[in-house]
Protein backbone atom coordinates (compact mmCIF):
# COMPACT_ATOMS: atom_id res chain seq x y z
CA UNK A 1 0.00 0.00 0.00
CA UNK A 2 1.14 3.28 -0.71
CA UNK A 3 2.16 5.84 1.97
CA UNK A 4 2.97 9.34 1.84
CA UNK A 5 3.87 12.75 3.98
CA UNK A 6 4.07 15.80 4.22
CA UNK A 7 7.18 17.78 4.86
CA UNK A 8 6.40 20.32 7.34
CA UNK A 9 9.00 22.73 6.42
CA UNK A 10 7.65 23.57 2.66
CA UNK A 11 4.37 21.60 2.37
CA UNK A 12 5.24 19.02 -0.41
CA UNK A 13 3.63 15.86 -0.16
CA UNK A 14 6.53 12.69 0.14
CA UNK A 15 5.19 9.44 -1.61
CA UNK A 16 6.48 5.70 -1.52
CA UNK A 17 4.93 2.90 -2.62
CA UNK A 18 6.28 0.90 0.47
CA UNK A 19 7.85 1.97 3.50
CA UNK A 20 11.70 1.56 2.87
CA UNK A 21 10.46 3.95 -0.33
CA UNK A 22 8.92 6.13 1.55
CA UNK A 23 11.74 6.81 4.24
CA UNK A 24 14.13 6.76 1.48
CA UNK A 25 12.16 9.41 -0.43
CA UNK A 26 11.82 11.80 3.17
CA UNK A 27 15.47 11.45 3.86
CA UNK A 28 16.67 12.44 -0.10
CA UNK A 29 13.65 14.80 -0.24
CA UNK A 30 15.34 16.75 3.13
CA UNK A 31 19.02 16.56 2.18
CA UNK A 32 17.83 18.12 -1.52
CA UNK A 33 15.85 21.09 0.06
CA UNK A 34 17.95 21.39 3.43
CA UNK A 35 15.86 20.67 5.69
CA UNK A 36 17.03 19.29 9.18
CA UNK A 37 15.66 15.63 10.31
CA UNK A 38 16.81 16.43 13.65
CA UNK A 39 16.28 13.19 15.68
CA UNK A 40 13.51 12.12 13.73
CA UNK A 41 13.73 8.59 13.04
CA UNK A 42 12.27 5.80 10.71
CA UNK A 43 9.29 4.72 13.23
CA UNK A 44 8.92 8.73 13.45
CA UNK A 45 8.40 9.06 9.62
CA UNK A 46 6.02 5.85 9.86
CA UNK A 47 3.88 6.75 11.82
CA UNK A 48 3.20 10.16 10.11
CA UNK A 49 2.20 8.32 7.12
CA UNK A 50 -0.99 7.85 5.43
CA UNK A 51 -1.79 5.07 3.08
CA UNK A 52 -2.84 6.65 -0.17
Not at 21 to 34: C, D, F, P, R, S
Not at 36 to 46: A, F, K, P
Request: charge should be negative; proline fraction near 4%.
Amino acid sequence: MAKEVVCPPCGKAIRGEHDDELVANVINHAKVHGHELGDTDRSQILSEAREI
